[in-house]
């Protein structure tokens, strides 16, 4: 896969405006962020009573379909939110657009999972190859109103030529969701307070730094959308 002849944003750059974005943006991200959190402490609450409960079956269905249904709606108002910079948005707004793009937003993260869970029971590498590929499409299937399998084509479209430039930049993205994982089950497994283990498990302690990353991931979708378009007009 060869690189487009145009650079893209730096990492240092993408920091940099993200965190500024980050920063100009957090009181109006704070209601999203917490209820992404509810539903996040509800899901782990969930899964916990699954563990421990006889009804599995519902339980199941809860934790697997309805959670991230619901998740969806604070995922949409917020990318609306940075992709608007703040400006022309507010709650009632962000909401009715969440509600519009939230069952869309939703399929279209189904084939995503199941792109990159086809990809892993082939290899490791097709796994990760499907999963950039198609890692805008989220993105896409908010701002551009295109869902299922057409937001992972146009993602495909974006990414392709300059798949490794791309990876480079998601690295940062990766690495962070990895850590916040595995630091929130150490110190869950510590801690000797069923509180703080779930608070720990939920993720409360990473999910104000949530919007940051989703800002990031914002701005390179934002670059390469830029970029392929440029190269459509020339």
Sequence with gaps: MS?????MVSIPVLIKNSWSIYVNLFKHMLFFVFTYFLIQGTSTLAYTFFELN????????LFVFVLPLLNTIP??????????RGKGTDSNSLF???KERALPLYWTSILYLLSIFI??????????????LFYFSFNISVIEKISGIKALAKSYSYVRG?????????????IFSGS??????????ISSFEFLRFIFKSGFPMVVLWPLETIYIQLIYEDIKSINTNNVKS
């Design 3 to 7: 690189m487009k002849t145009k650079q």
């Design 54 to 61: 006889t009804l599995y079956i519902f339980i199941f269905a």
């Design 75 to 84: 995922m949409v108002a917020l990318i609306t939110l940075i992709s608007r």
């Design 96 to 98: 009715s657009i969440a």
């Design 119 to 132: 990809g892993s029971t082939l290899l490791i590498i097709p796994g990760l190859m499907a999963m950039i």
């Design 162 to 174: 300059r798949f490794w430039p791309v990876l480079v930049r998601l690295l940062p993205v990766i």
């Design 180 to 189: 916040q994982t595995l630091i929130g089950n150490y110190l869950a497994n």
